[in-house]
């Protein structure tokens, strides 16, 4: 019989750390331009330089979270990210609080780098990356119920950011410490299926961008074309998240069964069509429709991308460089929806963004069909059985074509 399969709950308490800040971007921009002297563009902008600083985290130790220690990394990640937040949610001053965003936007990434390269180490990576977009989802939703009863401000959405570093960082005694191999030659071997790697993260940068150009100004929509009140938009939000935590679990309990071209490939097609719904939006009907079919389709499609780009590579390179592309598109967001609707109004943007998302589905798909299957084998070593997963690879570029990285083929943890 097979080895009981256990969670890897740090990871996954990990990956809610380092993702909240984006799922949190609509109240943190909202509430910098009516808490600070600051336009909706110059917090859009903020927004931007707090995710642009997240993924610079990301590209700078996608190859190097085993070297320095997924315990040391996280740990440092998780105190720049209470600290800058934290900082950023007590000061007044602009300046301050740009500051502030940034420290903590990179301390967001580190924990994210080290998610992201220890759940592409997993025997099936995509278990924790939905429990982490569950657990996200479910924390997000309870600050955008809570937050509008709270008062006004720019530091409470902030502070819920810290705070769950802080709450967060005792777990990180259960992750690995760097070992002297690790140390040793970890990163002399080269990215394997380069071609499919760097499409997806392409891609993956676009798709972001796409979809938070309209989550950084569904606020807006919501309070200026809806004329909803905050308590109205928080509560649509809540909700939204809370279908997504639905459509998390659906894909959780399909697994693979589906394959990931089809989540992928449908998916961003049907995000497409509620973006353009949203953003039209013009009463509560509309904009609760169009907010919570697409964040219930938005983390489905996310966690078969994040899978797919975990699979490109055992040791987590490309998923780390894929997230942190997604990273860049994530900090563009704000600052593009803030221009593209305050030149051509919230619905042309809306149908621009849609139209881009159509054109890269195209290829995301390509990649998703490069990778045919992942079976879990009984292998027998003495009187201990353990499960292993075997993962089948045919690359779109059979010149590419590299074995799978052994550490792939571990034993259940």
């Known amino acids: 019989m097979f080895a009981p399969r256990t969670t890897a709950w740090p990871l996954v308490a990990l990956f809610t750390a380092g993702y909240l800040a984006p799922y949190l971007l609509p109240t943190v921009v909202g509430r910098l331009d009516s808490g600070l002297p600051l336009s909706p563009t110059q917090a859009g902008a903020v927004g931007s330089a707090l995710l642009l600083s997240s993924a610079s985290a990301g590209f700078a130790l996608a190859s190097r979270v085993e070297r320095i220690g997924a315990r040391r990394l996280a740990r440092i990640g998780l105190t720049l990210a209470a600290l800058g937040y934290g900082g950023a949610a007590c000061a007044h001053a602009v300046p301050a609080v740009v500051v502030g965003v940034l420290v903590g936007g990179f301390g967001s990434g580190t924990a994210t780098a080290v998610a992201a390269t220890r759940i592409a180490a997993q025997p099936d990576p995509h278990r924790p990356t939905t429990l982490g977009l569950l657990g996200v989802s479910a924390l997000a939703g309870a600050v955008y119920l809570t937050v509008p009863h709270l008062g006004p401000g720019h530091g409470l959405p902030l502070a819920a ?38 499409t997806l993260a392409a891609c993956m940068l676009c798709w972001s961008l796409a979809q938070n150009s309209l989550w950084g100004v569904s606020g807006r929509i919501g309070l200026d074309q809806a004329h909803l009140t905050e308590a109205t938009v928080g509560a649509v939000f809540a909700v939204a998240l809370g279908a ?11 697994g693979p069964r ?28 509309s904009f609760a429709t169009g907010e919570i079919a697409w964040n219930t389709l938005y983390p489905i499609v996310l966690s078969y991308v994040i899978g797919l780009a975990a699979s490109l590579d055992g040791r987590g390179r490309w998923a780390v460089l894929v997230g942190s592309a997604s990273s860049l598109g994530t900090a563009a967001g704000p600052l593009t929806g803030s221009v593209l609707s305050a030149q051509a109004g919230f619905p042309v943007m809306g149908a621009a963004l849609a139209a881009g998302l159509l054109v890269i589905a195209v290829p995301m798909t390509a990649v998703a069909l490069g990778l045919r299957s992942r079976k879990t084998v009984a292998v027998t070593e003495g009187a201990e059985v353990v499960e292993v997963v075997e993962v089948v690879e045919i690359p779109l570029d059979t010149a590419e074509a590299t074995p799978a990285a052994p550490d792939r083929l571990t034993a259940a943890t």
């Open 161 to 198: 950011i810290a705070l769950t570093a802080l709450a967060v960082w005792p777990l990180t005694g259960r992750l690995p410490a760097a070992t002297s191999t690790s140390r040793q030659g970890w990163d002399a071997s080269p990215l394997p299926h380069r071609r499919q790697g760097l």
């Open 244 to 254: 997504g935590l639905l459509g998390v679990t659906g894909a959780g309990a399909l």
């Open 258 to 285: 589906l394959g990931r071209a089809l989540p992928i490939g449908a998916g961003t097609a049907l995000i497409a069509v509620c973006i353009v719904l949203s953003a039209s939006a013009t009463d509560l009907t």
